[in-house]
């Protein structure tokens, strides 16, 4: 889920760069620094607007001045039972692996629909029906989140498409028929 958070960020400056555009500068290092890092609770995804920038405060014995930069920031945090779009990136006997943009998911086989069955044979390997449903890599498939674990700087989660497989398949199959009627 989406939010907007406002959030501070303290950022080390060298005496070279002090002079009448140090705001521009702080604000350009800002979003070099913290867009689209994860902090391992969420995803910063974009920085609004820094709306509050401290008097620099000089560090005794280097010389460097320490500004405290309070931001609205867009983020992107995962919770257990969000239903997401991924797109799946390798496929094994064991699961498969898809991208929810920056967040690795991955899928177990007990986690997938019992009609749908690896098929180690099929190049590249899948996850098939024999019929219309078809979990490859590249596939756009729609994964609901049952577990999350966050590290320092990373997440990664565990998701189920036994919940959501029926009607992301037929979506996917009414907007292709829709797409060939044109």
């Given at each position: 889920?989406?939010?907007?958070?406002?959030?501070?960020r303290?950022?080390?400056?060298?005496?070279?760069?002090?002079g009448?555009?140090?705001?521009?500068y702080?604000t350009n290092?800002?979003?070099?620094?913290?867009e689209?890092?994860?902090?391992?609770?969420?995803?910063?995804?974009?920085?609004m607007?820094?709306?509050?920038?401290?008097e620099?405060?000089?560090?005794?014995?280097?010389g460097?001045?320490?500004f405290?930069?309070?931001?609205?920031?867009?983020?992107?945090r995962?919770?257990?039972?969000?239903?997401?779009?991924?797109v799946v990136?390798?496929?094994?006997?064991m699961?498969?692996?898809?991208?929810?943009?920056?967040?690795?998911?991955?899928?177990s086989?007990h986690?997938?629909?019992?009609?749908i069955?690896?098929?180690?044979n099929?190049?590249?390997?899948?996850?098939?029906?024999?019929?219309?449903q078809?979990i490859?890599?590249?596939t756009?498939?729609r994964?609901?989140?049952?577990?999350?674990?966050?590290?320092?700087?990373?997440?990664?989660?565990?998701?189920?498409?036994k919940?959501?497989?029926?009607?992301?398949?037929?979506y996917?199959?009414?907007?292709?028929?829709?797409?060939?009627?044109?």
């Amino acid at each position: 889920m989406f939010f907007l958070y406002e959030l501070e960020r303290v950022i080390t400056l060298h005496p070279s760069f002090f002079g009448p555009r140090v705001n521009e500068y702080l604000t350009n290092r800002l979003l070099e620094d913290v867009e689209g890092t994860c902090t391992g609770r969420y995803y910063i995804i974009c920085v609004m607007d820094a709306y509050d920038i401290s008097e620099g405060r000089i560090m005794p014995g280097s010389g460097v001045a320490e500004f405290t930069v309070h931001y609205r920031a867009v983020v992107w945090r995962p919770f257990k039972g969000e239903t997401v779009d991924a797109v799946v990136n390798s496929v094994n006997k064991m699961g498969f692996f898809a991208d929810v943009g920056p967040l690795p998911v991955f899928v177990s086989n007990h986690l997938i629909p019992a009609d749908i069955k690896f098929d180690a044979n099929a190049t590249p390997p899948q996850y098939t029906d024999n019929g219309d449903q078809v979990i490859e890599k590249g596939t756009h498939i729609r994964i609901k989140l049952i577990g999350t674990r966050s590290d320092v700087g990373s997440m990664f989660a565990i998701g189920t498409v036994k919940e959501v497989c029926h009607q992301y398949f037929t979506y996917a199959l009414n907007t292709l028929i829709l797409v060939f009627d044109d």
